[in-house]
């Protein structure tokens, strides 16, 4: 399934929550940490876990819950009660391994085995970007660029050459793993243009998708992530090529030598060409 958008919801907006899914997000993901005020905890725990269990909420997507970090027991003691509709956990401010495979350990004592999407958006979530993909609960590791430069107190710039290093360094990480790589988000939901354009630069750096706080920057983010028609003819011939070859040498495309990681290349076009 793929994941070029991963819209989240307040956990404690149940009709945000059920609407998600109409947005044509490949993930949703209903927020009990920094979108609930901590007096709306325990309300938004008690929201998410009613629809997470409602017989006639079946979205066509991936369901996630992003849990807070030092009450995240009460939150899965919440929202796996009874069969709910869910299919991973998202932990923030992730800085270790260790921290989301004790997520994932906590998850099974209650009787659910669930993947993580650990967020590295901390320097220490950074700098231990690797151990955190290769976790063994791993299945997907985001970018938070907002979190990360409070942190450090750097100054959030549109161009984001402030956070041009972690950026890089959690997508390289997740491949290194063979994991999913989530950009981070454009907090101004009004500037569509820019968020075009920053999920494009995503792209091409590796990320598998974009993190979105709105509705309508689902679309963008889903386009964005399409390879165009131009791509996806030029990956078509050359795994054409590759197919047809009389021999294990290297074959020309468009006078072009193509080598293995040319094919890897095309493949990975046709993949999300294949997404839409």
């Known amino acids: ?21 109409d947005s044509g997000a490949d993930v949703v993901v209903f927020d009990l940490e920094d979108a609930v005020a901590p ?23 991936e369901v996630v819950v992003r849990v807070t970090g ?50 590295c958006e901390t320097a220490a979530g950074v700098l231990h970007a690797e151990s955190i993909a290769t976790a063994n609960a791993t299945t997907a590791v985001l970018f938070g660029a907002e979190d990360l430069s409070a942190d450090v107190g750097a100054t959030r710039t549109e161009e984001g050459t ?24 454009v907090t101004d939901i009004d500037a569509l243009d820019r968020l075009r354009g920053d999920a494009a630069f995503a792209r091409d750096l590796g990320y598998n998708g974009k993190i979105a706080v709105h509705p309508s920057q689902v679309p963008v983010i889903n386009d964005a992530f399409r390879p165009d028609e131009e791509r ?19 074959v020309r495309v468009d006078g072009e030598m193509i080598d293995a990681p040319l094919v890897s290349q095309a493949q990975r076009i046709l993949d999300r060409a294949n997404e839409r």
Request: hydrophobic share 45%; net charge negative; glycine share 6%.
């Open 1 to 21: 399934m793929p994941r070029r958008s991963v819209l989240f919801s307040p956990g404690d907006r149940p009709e945000l929550m059920r609407k998600g899914p």
């Open 162 to 185: 402030e956070v041009l290093y972690a950026r890089e360094h959690v997508v390289l990480a997740a491949a290194t793993a063979g994991v999913d790589a989530v950009d981070t988000l």
């Open 232 to 250: 996806v003819e030029w990956a078509r011939r050359v795994i054409d090529a590759v197919e047809n070859r009389e021999s294990e040498g290297v």
């Open 70 to 119: 030092r009450e995240s027991e009460a939150d899965l003691d919440a929202v796996l009660a009874g069969e709910p509709r869910l299919e991973a956990l998202m932990l923030p401010k992730a800085e270790s391994g260790a921290d989301v495979d004790a997520l994932a350990a906590a998850a099974a004592e209650r009787g659910a085995d669930l993947p993580v999407f650990a967020l």
């Open 39 to 61: 007096d709306r905890k325990a309300a938004a725990r008690e929201a998410v876990a009613d629809v997470l269990t409602d017989p006639g909420f079946d979205p066509d997507c």
